[in-house]
Nanobody, 123 residues
Framework: QLVESGGGLVRTGGSLRLSCVAS????????MAWFRQYPGEERDFVAG????????YYSDSVKGRFTISRDNTKNTVYLQMNNLKPEDTAVYYCAAAFESNAYTTSNRAYDYWGQGTQVTVSS
């Protein structure tokens, strides 16, 4: 089970940090990722982090502004979002893929999903 938190309302240029806590013992065997979803659209890959090492990968739209990290001692993955823009407004989901890597961008490759957290950026 994955549980996200940290969403909210922020102004353009502001920052938020999302957290996703996983239950279970095998967290360090899962690559983790963040996706976001706009109304009426599929979930889009935002950022991923591998399970074997510190490799990370970002979509072009967030590269240089967002940072994904994980703390295996806390079964938690984070998404630090800086310099937020109105187009970042979406529901953000964390996802887990067993023994995968940071470059897995297809939502169909992920085994578990959180319930989502709303991020709203006002102009």
């Amino acid at each position: 089970q994955l549980v996200e938190s940290g969403g909210g309302l922020v102004r353009t240029g502001g920052s938020l940090r999302l957290s996703c806590v996983a239950s279970g013992r095998a967290f360090n065997q899962y690559a983790m990722a963040w996706f976001r979803q706009y109304p009426g659209e599929e979930r889009d890959f935002v950022a991923g982090i591998g399970y074997l090492g510190p490799s990370t990968y970002y979509s072009d739209s967030v590269k240089g502004r967002f940072t994904i990290s994980r703390d295996n001692t806390k079964n938690t993955v984070y998404l630090q979002m800086n310099n937020l823009k109105p187009e970042d407004t979406a529901v953000y989901y964390c996802a887990a893929a067993f023994e995968s890597n940071a470059y897995t961008t297809s939502n169909r490759a992920y085994d578990y999903w959180g319930q989502g957290t709303q991020v709203t950026v006002s102009s």
